[in-house]
Nanobody
Framework: QVHVVESGGGLVQAGGSLRLSCAASGRTFTKYAMAWFRRAPGKEREFVAAISHSGGHTNYEDSVKGRFTISGDSALNMVYLQMTSLKPEDTAVYYC???????????????????WGQGTQVTVSS
């Protein structure tokens, strides 16, 4: 059983910053590829950022490029999302996801991720 747990959400003013953390645990000696998705009120869940199991490859959704940075500690199966210059439209529940490593690096596809956290709320006020 693999457990994924997010932390770090909260309320911030527009222009502010937040850092989300995520830990994946359950399989010894397994390094997971990990990603962040988000679901805004009334919208479908969407891709935000992904990082390969080695940390050498990353992908970002266009609207967060230059503002969000994904990073990870593969030895600990931790991933972080540093969010800066936050906008009200970034308000959403942010989900961390993990998958077994494969040749598809830093995938943006939701259906490729096997393990999901419960989500953490990020609210950006204007």
């Amino acid at each position: 059983q693999v457990h994924v747990v997010e932390s770090g959400g909260g309320l911030v003013q527009a222009g502010g910053s937040l850092r989300l953390s995520c830990a994946a645990s359950g399989r010894t000696f397994t390094k997971y590829a990990m990603a962040w998705f988000r679901r805004a009120p009334g919208k479908e869940r969407e891709f935000v950022a992904a990082i390969s199991h080695s940390g050498g490859h990353t992908n970002y959704e266009d609207s967060v490029k230059g503002r969000f940075t994904i990073s990870g500690d593969s030895a600990l199966n931790m991933v972080y999302l540093q969010m800066t210059s936050l906008k009200p439209e970034d308000t959403a529940v942010y989900y961390c996801a993990a998958r077994m490593p494969s040749t598809v690096l830093a995938s943006t596809r939701e259906n490729l991720y096997e393990y999901w956290g419960q989500g953490t709320q990020v609210t950006v006020s204007s």
